[in-house]
């Protein structure tokens, strides 16, 4: 996951780094507003894009799955709640023994109006230097926050159908997106989620994407992808996401939709090509345009 471009200024919210002024402006709003929102009782927002670091305090962490873990940091009050808006995520950094930063994006992946802690889903990786820091800290360690960095700003019923598309780790801003849109009552859209792993233990949020599935049989659909099955008992599909399977399951690009797209460097290349970088989207490449989709209908993140 990182960051994104976007080219639809109706759509889109406007890149993270937008300039010292208008971060002014918004700083000193938020700043202004404070007491009237503390008044009407509102929960206090932690992060509230002023790009200040704040340390947050690990309260407990454990295994997802083979490779993956769940971390909990505890917001600075209880009655607290992050700030983060749907589509958005959050910086992450600490200082190496040499002083140097080490900076890196996730998706908060609990609820958005949770009060007084945030959670993380991290997957290790062989000589990440986050995930190895990460997978060190303990209960009372702290870790560095910053943001939001708004990704895409999500309005109710802009499309007839989603297309979520991810590969491992790259489902934590495809859960954010599904989560919010199948717990919002006036929220029509219909969602299809395509997820890959490498086998069914390596599935990641499994138990809360069945729970959605089964709440809303309507409106979401969930079907699983693995490398391999070692049991020989897995209820999904045994291969890839390819070309073939999403020209005949996906919404097409004449239709009113869009496909979210997130996960490993593979995954990418087969079906979206990369990001050209943290902040621009990059070239549409590889089955969605091979399908027809145009570069506004595809998001990266």
């Known amino acids: 996951?990182?960051?994104?471009?976007?080219?639809?200024?109706?759509?889109?919210?406007?890149?993270?780094?937008?300039?010292?002024?208008?971060?002014?402006?918004?700083?000193?709003?938020?700043?202004?507003?404070?007491?009237?929102?503390?008044?009407?009782?509102?929960?206090?927002?932690?992060?509230?894009?002023?790009?200040?670091?704040?340390?947050?305090?690990?309260?407990?962490?454990?295994?997802?799955?083979?490779?993956?873990?769940?971390?909990?940091?505890?917001?600075?009050?209880?009655?607290?709640?992050?700030?983060?808006?749907l589509a958005s995520a959050l910086l992450t950094k600490f200082m190496t023994p040499k002083g140097s930063p080490v900076i890196r994006p996730y998706t908060p992946v609990n609820d958005l109006e949770d009060k007084g802690y945030l959670e993380l889903v991290v997957k290790h990786y062989e000589g990440g230097k986050m995930t190895d820091h990460l997978f060190q800290l303990k209960p009372k360690d702290t870790l560095s926050f910053q943001g939001p960095i708004p990704k895409w700003q999500w309005k109710a019923n802009s499309y007839d159908t989603l297309t979520l598309i991810g590969g491992g780790s790259g489902i934590t801003p495809l859960y954010q997106l599904l989560h919010h849109i199948a717990k919002n009552p006036e929220d029509k859209t219909k969602v299809n989620l395509y997820y890959g792993s490498r086998t069914p233990n390596d599935i990641l949020l499994k138990k809360e994407l069945d729970e959605i599935q089964k709440k809303h049989p309507d409106q979401v659909k969930i079907t699983y992808f693995v490398d391999k099955d070692p049991s020989g008992k897995f209820d999904g599909n045994v291969g890839y996401i390819t070309k073939d399977f999403l020209a005949k399951n996906a919404a097409g690009p004449k239709e009113k939709t869009v496909v979210f797209v997130c996960g490993p460097p593979p995954l990418m290349d087969i079906l979206s090509g990369q990001k050209k970088s943290p902040m621009e989207q990059g070239e549409l490449t590889g089955a969605l345009k091979e399908l027809g989709f145009s570069p506004e209908q595809v998001f990266k993140f």
């Open 1 to 85: 996951m990182s960051f994104a471009r976007f080219a639809r200024p109706t759509q889109r919210i406007l890149p993270y780094a937008i300039g010292a002024i208008a971060v002014g402006v918004g700083a000193t709003y938020l700043s202004s507003s404070w007491n009237a929102s503390t008044v009407r009782n509102e929960n206090p927002k932690v992060f509230i894009g002023d790009k200040k670091w704040i340390d947050l305090e690990l309260e407990k962490v454990y295994d997802e799955s083979p490779d993956t873990k769940r971390f909990f940091f505890k917001l600075p009050s209880d009655d607290a709640v992050s700030g983060l808006t």
